[in-house]
């Protein structure tokens, strides 16, 4: 395997043959006055994340969400019968720091109120003690009242209420366990949802058909959140006939069937739904490695009348506590752990900020990634049944689930070190940081040989190309997972039922593709490309799903594109390039609010962050443009904003889980880009400061 020689600067610079060369241009000169700052900042970022690493190899930052972590966690302590549990409090203390200007509970800092978090919050407090006379507790409710009450809720926050008494099931969409029972070839079955839906909802399933319910203390009651005389049942469409009204009359028939005991398969597809969930515990650290699974599939397992000790239910409770940071009398919860996402990109970043590939930090950040390979079959299994297991996965362990974004960064990342046959496992002797996490996936160091690396790409490329969906993009853990008829049924507000390609992903597998000599032309390039182009938006900018927003989707194109050697002079491109120009802020940093996603007037504006200044101006470097004063402003801001430790900071959250429904600080993110930006900007100096001839 080739390195891609977009990694390397466009055109070696040529000595002069004559006895004097022509005067630099202005442009060439105007770096100069950012070289030797640069050089510093460099080496201050890397001494950072030399400090911060991990004794067996791995980076891993906080991953931040909003308080519904928290008051889904105090819902599930208080289904176990544990109401006084001290950490209740403690996640109180913690929701309580949270709550906004207007009384209620936001999904992401600055964001507007969102009122099932808000309605969470509420009850959590009260579950700790908190008197519904406070006046904080006053300020909430008006506040949520205002919103509609319990009744304009999400159907998860609905299930949840249900479980605890506090909402009636016959107000909550059914979510059928005989799904379970559908064969793979029915145009609607289980693997048509995308993989975080499945794993959500499965458990959910198990509850809705055996219909739980605790009993909590009186204080816990928030009938005070309903507004009078508003509606219980699902709202429907407004007009007659439409894809909603259909499934809410399939919802109203499976109800009905519920009611009177007419449920001839429900004991096979209570059967199967166990049997999958049990299944997927395997060789992960909770199902699917994620916060609401873990927590769904601990109700389901006591609703199917699992003993609190029984192991598997004391091995689950083991993993979500492992989510937890108490800060002081402040207890709050990560989703799920990013160690291999983290390790890709702070190998990637530290590579292109000039670590030679045989460094240590290097070597033992590639042994960590090839002890997380995949080498079993998962969910994708089923629409890809004759590729080899491969790729990597986002969290610790989580075998079932491979994700074609965190694949792509490691293959990179892995590309960029090279493993010596000696190997010690006693850290690189700057760091001081132990491993937070051991597993017996983990496979044993010495055994990662190069060798054994370039096999381990290989098998991931395989893996890649054969997960590229009909439409010549890739999605996130699926192949071709696009039924838009799913977004249509009634528990299906979490924005998240299905997983189509999307831009940033398929800009980032050029990008990847590029480092083994694919190229424009190839089909599986050109297919990606054409998806690409109809994917654009009007002004030239790319949606981000995974980032915030179209900044991150159109760096992560104009990345993809000039890796790939796609003529970046073409109206389409030069349309991208200029967007992310217009949208430079009045410091020189860019900034996008996560409100783009709710409102696309928000596109590219937003207090300006070194994360988002970092995407942009990468993808200002992909289209060559190192020199403008557009870019020079850009990384200057990057250079001034570096603390004295080495990192940089964010004041706001530019990560995405489920647009519209729940956002992510990657802590990581704010210290990772500046640094992969400045030294990607260094290697483009080596070309645009050389000597003209």
């Known amino acids: 395997m080739n390195r891609a020689t977009a990694d390397r600067p466009a055109r070696a610079p040529r000595k002069s043959t004559t006895p004097t060369a022509k005067p630099r241009s202005q442009r060439a000169r105007r770096t100069d006055k950012v070289a030797p700052a640069l050089d510093q900042v460099l080496a201050r970022g890397i001494d950072y994340f030399f400090s911060i690493q991990h004794d067996d190899g791995h980076w891993v930052g906080e991953l931040e969400g909003d308080t519904i972590l928290e008051s889904e966690y105090a819902v599930l302590l208080a289904f176990l019968g544990r109401c006084d549990d001290p950490k209740i409090a403690q996640l109180a203390n913690y929701i309580i720091t949270q709550q906004n200007d207007e009384g209620g509970w936001s999904i992401y800092p600055g964001g507007p109120t969102e009122v099932s978090a808000s309605i969470k919050a509420y009850w959590t407090l009260k579950l700790a003690g908190h008197s519904p006379d406070g006046p904080l507790m006053v300020k909430a409710r008006a506040c949520i009242l205002r919103h509609g009450g319990v009744t304009s809720a999400n159907t998860f926050t609905k299930l949840y209420l249900a479980m605890l008494g506090l909402y009636p099931w016959d107000g909550c969409p059914a979510v059928p366990p005989a799904i379970l029972l559908l064969p793979n070839w029915f145009p609607v079955n289980l693997y048509e949802m995308s993989s975080w839906s499945r794993a959500i909802l499965v458990p959910l399933a198990i509850t809705w058909a055996l219909k739980p319910q605790v009993k909590l203390p009186d204080r816990a009651r928030i009938d005070e959140l309903f507004v009078p005389d508003a509606p219980i049942g699902l709202p429907r469409s407004a007009q007659p006939f439409t894809w909603r009204n259909a499934f809410l009359g399939l919802d109203r028939l499976m109800k009905f069937g519920d009611r009177w005991g007419w449920t001839p398969l429900r004991t096979a597809a209570l059967h199967r739904c166990e049997e999958w969930m049990l299944a997927r515990f395997a060789d992960t650290h909770g199902l699917a490695a994620i916060f609401p699974p873990m927590v769904n599939a601990v109700m389901a397992m006591k609703a199917l009348g699992y003993a609190d000790d029984h192991p598997k239910v004391r091995w689950m409770l083991g993993e979500i506590e492992q989510l937890e940071i108490l800060d002081g009398d402040a207890l709050r919860l990560q989703p799920c752990l990013s160690p291999v996402w983290d390790t890709g990109i702070a190998v990637n970043a530290l590579w292109f900020a000039g670590v030679e590939p045989g460094h240590h930090a290097m070597q033992q950040a590639a ?327």
């Open 367 to 693: 042994r960590f990634m090839l002890g997380k390979e995949v080498r079993k079959p998962g969910d994708w299994k089923v629409k890809v049944p004759h590729a080899e297991p491969a790729g990597w996965y986002f969290e610790y362990a989580n075998e079932w689930y491979p994700d074609i974004d965190d694949t792509a960064m490691v293959m990179m990342a892995l590309m960029r070190t090279r493993l010596d046959s000696a190997h010690s496992s006693n850290g690189n002797g700057r760091n001081g940081h132990s491993a937070t996490r051991l597993d017996p996936l983990q496979r044993a160091a010495p055994s990662f040989t190069e060798a054994a690396k370039i096999a381990a790409i290989q098998r991931a490329l395989a893996w890649e190309l054969a997960m590229q969906s009909y439409d010549g993009g890739w999605a996130s853990f699926d192949k071709d997972n696009n039924l838009w008829l799913l977004t249509q049924v009634p528990f299906a507000d979490h924005n998240a039922m299905i997983d189509p390609a999307t831009a940033d992903i398929t800009g980032r597998l050029l990008e990847m593709l590029a480092l083994f000599d694919y190229r424009r032309g190839q089909p599986v390039v050109d297919r990606a490309i054409e998806f690409l182009k109809c994917d654009q938006c009007e002004d030239g900018s790319w949606f981000g799903r995974w980032g915030v927003n179209y900044v991150y989707g159109t760096w992560q194109v104009l990345r993809g594109l000039s890796c790939i050697g796609e003529d970046l002079s073409q109206p389409y491109v030069q349309r991208a390039v200029a967007w992310v120009r217009s949208v430079q802020n009045a410091d020189g940093g860019w900034g996008e609010s996560l409100a783009s996603y709710e409102d696309e007037s928000h596109k590219g504006q937003g207090v300006s962050t070194a994360s988002q200044t970092a995407w942009a101006l990468m993808g200002l470097f992909a289209a060559g443009d190192f020199t403008s004063e557009v870019a020079l402003r850009g990384v200057n801001y990057l250079l001034t904003q570096q603390n004295a430790d080495g990192s940089w900071s964010d004041a706001t959250w530019t990560g995405a889980g489920f647009p519209k429904v729940f956002y992510l600080k990657y802590h990581l993110y704010q210290s990772e880009f500046p640094l992969m930006a400045l030294g990607q900007y260094r290697r483009g100096l080596a070309v645009v400061a050389a000597p003209e001839v």
